[in-house]
């Protein structure tokens, strides 16, 4: 079966430019007549539409991975390959906006009742594992279930005839399996590689267009920016950097965020001091890095706060931790009770978050800094 999108236009172009990864999902109808470029400076991009028109760069304050350039009659947005310098992801000409999607992720549901777009969510995937408040809404009745998003539901997705899937693409992932062979159009949510927690909630600028919600993604994250600043030089009067360690212990090993990563920064502007920087201040990646229990403790004099998330029916207890792992009572959170849990299954923290920088920010300045009488928490419960 041929699917035809109505609505978007998608031409993934100068297949030569794309990331190895990056799978074909092209409908076979190509409605632009220039070619793709491998990207270097944003600033300098002006493509061609098919009139010869010039379009104009909508300006990305933060956002480092997507360039977007406006014509009078569509917009091309294009992604570039966080996992391959000089390369690009995708190509995408948005001419009219979305009005029935598959949405893999539940952050991308939150963020579209955000913007007033969740009559465009006709399914989801994983929706056991989507905070209830997401989809309570007057329009989650029509919602459907399309199963697991590594295995979705094929003939139940071509059955309710969306005009994309919003999914987040991984590295060496191979390719999105079998719905590349829909043909419905693949809208790659990589705004998780953004460096920056601020470039990475900055996205919904491309949302706010796909939906035909441009003005309100423009208030929301204004919002988003203007509060985070606002916090961050809060914080920035602080004396103190208490050390504030993310996660517990996974098997063998424990996640703590890279030095780079979106976390640390948080960590960092909340006026705290990210674990990585006390363990060794060279490990930069930007994503979670994966230590041993022992390197850790190690340094358990010097952890102040230990805030974690889990996902239980109830609430864990001092005594639980120490059975799961004894090591535990070694650090100093533990010892002086300074430690706080957050349920992701009671509360939207992953929902949240991703769009909402701010939201955590104010979570882990009151973590930190309960002097500055920022209010209760919204994640965390001691």
Not at 310 to 337: C, D, N, V, W
């Amino acid at each position: 079966m041929t699917y035809k999108p109505l609505l978007l236009l998608l031409s993934f172009l100068a297949a030569c430019q794309q990331s190895p990864k990056a799978p074909s999902t092209s409908s076979g109808e190509s409605h632009l007549t220039h070619k793709s470029t491998v990207i270097e400076d944003s600033a300098t991009l002006f493509a061609s539409s098919r009139n010869g028109e010039k379009g104009t760069l909508i300006p990305m304050k933060y956002a480092r991975n997507i360039v977007m350039v406006r014509y009078s009659d569509h917009t091309i947005v294009t992604l570039k390959d966080p996992w391959h310098k000089g390369k690009t992801l995708h190509t995408y000409n948005i001419t009219t906006p979305v009005t029935r999607s598959i949405v893999f992720t539940a952050a991308h549901c939150q963020l579209l009742q955000w913007l007033d777009a969740g009559k465009a969510i006709t399914g989801v995937c994983d929706r056991q594992y989507i905070h209830p408040s997401i989809l309570n809404s007057q329009h989650s009745s029509g919602i459907a279930d399309c199963g697991n998003s590594m295995s979705p539901d094929i003939e139940k997705i071509v059955s309710l005839r969306p005009q994309v899937l919003i999914v987040s693409p991984f590295e060496n992932s191979g390719g999105f399996g079998m719905i590349e062979k829909t043909n419905i159009p693949i809208i790659e949510a990589a705004e998780y590689m953004e460096p920056t927690a601020l470039g990475r909630a900055e996205w919904m600028k491309f949302y706010g267009i796909l939906y035909g919600r441009e003005r309100e993604a423009d208030s929301l994250f204004h919002v988003v920016d203007s509060t985070y600043h606002a916090l961050k030089s809060i914080a920035k009067k602080t004396k103190t950097r208490p050390v504030l360690l993310t996660e517990r212990k996974t098997g063998s090993v424990w996640y703590v965020p890279g030095g780079n990563s979106s976390v640390a920064q948080i960590i960092t502007d909340a006026g705290g001091t990210p674990p990585t920087t006390l363990i060794n201040p060279h490990l930069s990646k930007s994503g979670s890095l994966a230590l041993s229990p022992e390197a850790v403790l190690a340094h358990a004099s010097h952890i102040d706060i230990w805030a974690f998330k889990y996902t239980g029916s109830r609430p864990l207890s001092p005594q639980q931790l120490i059975a799961e792992y004894h090591g535990y009572k070694m650090l100093r959170a533990f010892q002086t009770g300074n430690v706080y849990q957050c349920n992701t299954l009671k509360q939207p923290y992953f929902e949240e978050i991703s769009f909402r920088p701010d939201f955590l920010l104010r979570e882990f300045i009151i973590l930190l800094h309960p002097e500055l009488h920022l209010g209760s928490l919204r994640y965390y419960t001691k």
